[in-house]
């Protein structure tokens, strides 16, 4: 993938229409965005996100469209009137163009629930052609749980080397590849497979029949109790681990407020120690 364009209507701190264009030739290919404090550089990379996803960042909580729409913009909606908000990405991928386009309005004040997502493929000379199933197509392309080793904070890169991290990414891997569908498969084949041997048992006049498949159904049973226990470890660890990251910010924060009142008593020291030299100074004059 790779991003082309965006443009922002009435997205976050970004009041009206906004339009950005990455740098993509082979020789200039990386944007450098840069700006003030508040400036909207994280809300950019949120914009991205939100476009693709409808979530703006994978380890938070999901926002509402009012915390979306721009204060301004919805305050215009007032009084019977409309107003929209709107991120529009365009991106190429396997030399194909796409335009994703991700929006929802307000009227008289009040948002809707729900965002519409509309995805656009490029064909033949150029025409652009509606996919039927967006969503779907985003994530063949690159997929919701896997995004975030592609898109992520700066800051947060020395997350994925901690422990336990490991099977956050197996996931990511094994939702690319396609194995959410295999696993569909197999559970259905397993169901197809229950009926059967149902079927066996109630037909066949075989005790020692009955009793092997009496046998095989148990064992199945307590392969599945242990599968499941072993996801629950694995959410586990991973819930976990964000507590350890969360953890981690916090005590950051605890050594930053720690610096900040050993700088102030060494101020506070400074500053006797100057008014002393004053009122010595006084006593001389």
Known sequence: MRLL????????????LHELQFASSEDKNVTLIHGAMGAGKTKLFSAIQWGFYGEEEYDEQNSTNKEIMNSIALTESQNKKSSEAEVEIIFGHDDIKYHAIRKFSAFDGEVENRDSFTLLKAEG????????DPEIEMNSILSKELRKYF????????????SGHEIEIQRAIKGLLGFDDIEKTITILKKIEEEYNRDIQKTTKSRELQDVIEKVQKLKKDINGLAERITERENQIIQGQKLIQKLDKEQSAISKIK?????????????????????SLRSEI
């Not at 922002?8 to 009041?15: A, G, P, Q, V």
Request: proline fraction near 0%; avoid cysteine; glycine fraction near 6%.
């Open 5 to 16: 364009s965006i443009k922002l209507n009435n997205f976050r701190s970004y009041y009206g």
């Open 125 to 132: 000379r150029g025409d652009y052609v509606y996919i039927d």
């Open 151 to 162: 898109m992520f904070d700066g800051e947060k890169i020395q997350n994925y080397s901690k």
């Open 259 to 279: 610096e900040h009142i050993d700088r102030q008593d060494e101020l506070k020291e400074k500053l006797e120690i100057q008014k002393n030299n004053r009122d």
